[in-house]
Every structure is written in structure tokens, then in C-alpha cells.
Antibody
Framework: QVQLQESGPGLVKPSETLSLTCSVSGSSITASYFTWIRQPAGKGLEWIGRIFDGNIDYNPSLQSRVTMSLDTTENRFSLRLMSVTAADTAVYYC?????????????WGPGTLVTVSS | QSVVTQASSASGNPGQTVTISCLGTSSNIGTTNFVYWYQQFPGAAPKLLLYRNSLRPSGVPDRFSGSKSGTSASLVISGLRSDDEADYYCAVWDDRLNAVVFGGGTRLTV
């Protein structure tokens, strides 16, 4: 059974860097695309980016501020979003996509709320 | 402003049929890329409802069906139940943006 769990600070100051980790069990992070998605309160879903075996794609609207990486030793992957503002306040989800990376998110973490505030 | 648009709300009475649509462009739904549908209840992570335009994961009732034509895709829910009340999102890969794009979401009221 594939399970994902997000972890990281729930509060980040403006202009600082948001860092989250997604721990994966039941699936190797080298076997498929893994993705970050976020959702501001009361709003829709926004795809942040995906990573698979060295291939990384980011949402063009966030590309200048975002970095994703894999930790194959711990079977987890990470998100860093720099220079955050209040607009980055959201629930952040990690999810597993298919090896084709086409938006087939069958497995999701429960999500973690990140608030950007001083 | 989403690249893929959905009506913000839809409604129906129990037992009725409702259609939720996604309107895309020639770089996403209008390609051979598959459309995915997600169901989200308040406070919960989205759940995959349909994959590859019309296929149902194990456990999803056959009351949920999907189709794609041209630059639009549709989710049809028949035999509406009160527990179908949720937000519904479509998702598709966009070849121009090189990104997955989500529709803005449709809140279904039963």
C-alpha cells in the first residue's frame, strides 16, 4: 500500500524559504514521477512540479523560486520555495503520478498547511 | 485564471444526473493527452475519480463516467446521492506549458 506523508514547518516568514519533505512508503521514489501540489484556502489546486529519475519540471509561474530533489536513501523527496509571500500560504500536498507523469495522481499525502506570516 | 475552465458550481437533486465540464485548449485537452478527474471533500486530499478520460479506479462506482471530445471533457454523475457533494477537478498535461494544469474546480451541491 502506497503512503505519502508531508512534513515541515507550518509557519514561514515572508521572504524566507519554505521547505517540505514527503516521505514515501510502499513505492520506490525512483519508480515513478512524484509531485507537489498546493491549494490555498477556499481555492483550487495548483501543480507545483514533478520529479522522476533526474527529470524535473516546474510550473512556469513558480519556476524561478522552486527546487525539488530526491533522497533515494530515505525514499523521500523535497520541495524548496524561495522568497515566499502571503500568496504562498496554502495546503501543500505530495502525490505520486504515473511513470508517464500525465496527471494520474492515485496516491496523495494528507497535506500540510503552510502559513506565510511574520 | 485557470488554463482549463470549469463552472464554479453545479447542482442536482438526488437520483438525477449532472454533468461537469472542463474546457481546455489545443495544447491540453485538445491533444491526445488524457484527462483525469478528482473528487475532494472539505478538509481532505483529493481522490482520483477517473483516469485516462473515462476509466474508473477500483472502488469508484459506475455512476461516475467520463468522456473527452475536442477541447472539452465531461464528468457525468448519475443517480446523484447526497454524499456526492464535493469539489470536482479535472487535470491534464499541457504541452505548451510543460505542466499539469487543473481546472478551477466545480462545487457540486446535491
Amino acid at each position: 500500500q502506497v503512503q505519502l506523508q508531508e512534513s515541515g514547518p507550518g509557519l514561514v516568514k515572508p521572504s524566507e524559504t519554505l521547505s517540505l519533505t514527503c516521505s514515501v512508503s510502499g513505492s520506490s521514489i525512483t519508480a515513478s514521477y512524484f509531485t507537489w501540489i498546493r491549494q490555498p484556502a477556499g481555492k483550487g489546486l495548483e501543480w507545483i512540479g514533478r520529479i522522476f529519475d533526474g527529470n524535473i519540471d516546474y510550473n512556469p509561474s513558480l519556476q524561478s523560486r522552486v527546487t525539488m530533489s530526491l533522497d533515494t536513501t530515505e525514499n523521500r523527496f523535497s520541495l524548496r520555495l524561495m522568497s515566499v509571500t502571503a500568496a504562498d500560504t496554502a495546503v501543500y500536498y505530495c502525490a505520486r503520478d504515473s511513470p508517464l507523469g500525465e496527471g494520474n495522481f492515485q496516491h496523495w499525502g494528507p497535506g500540510t498547511l503552510v502559513t506565510v506570516s511574520s | 485564471q485557470s488554463v482549463v475552465t470549469q463552472a464554479s458550481s453545479a447542482s442536482g437533486n438526488p437520483g438525477q444526473t449532472v454533468t461537469i465540464s472542463c474546457l481546455g485548449t489545443s495544447s491540453n485537452i485538445g491533444t491526445t493527452n488524457f484527462v483525469y478527474w478528482y473528487q475532494q471533500f472539505p478538509g481532505a486530499a483529493p481522490k482520483l475519480l477517473l483516469y485516462r478520460n473515462s476509466l474508473r479506479p477500483s472502488g469508484v462506482p459506475d455512476r461516475f463516467s467520463g468522456s473527452k471530445s475536442g477541447t472539452s471533457a465531461s464528468l457525468v454523475i448519475s443517480g446523484l446521492r447526497s454524499d456526492d457533494e464535493a469539489d470536482y477537478y479535472c487535470a491534464v498535461w499541457d504541452d505548451r506549458l510543460n505542466a499539469v494544469v487543473f481546472g478551477g474546480g466545480t462545487r457540486l451541491t446535491v
